[in-house]
């Protein structure tokens, strides 16, 4: 997902397909490692981790000198899911900006989860 090469459109199509038959753990577990890459493609020093439990799914670690934390229940994500296939990322790289954590340049990943209506 997002990788180099791949146009806006193909993503948007491959994140659809995605959004539409993944269950809801595992979608949300695509995205946060969608967001972990970039985080660290950022900050190569950052420490990102991607962990799934029984019910939930959690994104945490340290970028840009900022620790974060993002825990999901399996059915927040589902409502996530449900609401487009970048909605999900927008709300993570919404919450990571409350805590001044941020993208330092448009990539096409975050072409595709900003210029995407859901």
Request: proline share 4%; with cysteine; aromatic share 10%.
């Amino acid at each position: 997902m997002g990788g180099e090469g791949e146009t806006v459109e193909e993503a948007v199509s491959l994140r659809a397909c995605m959004a539409a038959h993944l269950p809801a753990a595992a979608f949300a577990v695509c995205v946060m490692r969608c967001v972990q890459a970039e985080l660290i493609r950022f900050d190569p020093k950052a420490a990102v981790h991607v962990d799934r439990g029984d019910g939930y799914v959690h994104l945490y670690g340290e970028a840009q000198g900022t620790a974060f934390s993002l825990l999901l229940t399996n059915s927040e994500a589902d409502e996530w899911k449900a609401d487009g296939p970048y909605a999900l990322d927008r709300y993570i790289w919404t919450e990571l900006g409350k805590k001044g954590i941020f993208p330092m340049q448009m990539t096409p990943y975050l072409q595709a989860v900003w210029l995407t209506e859901s």
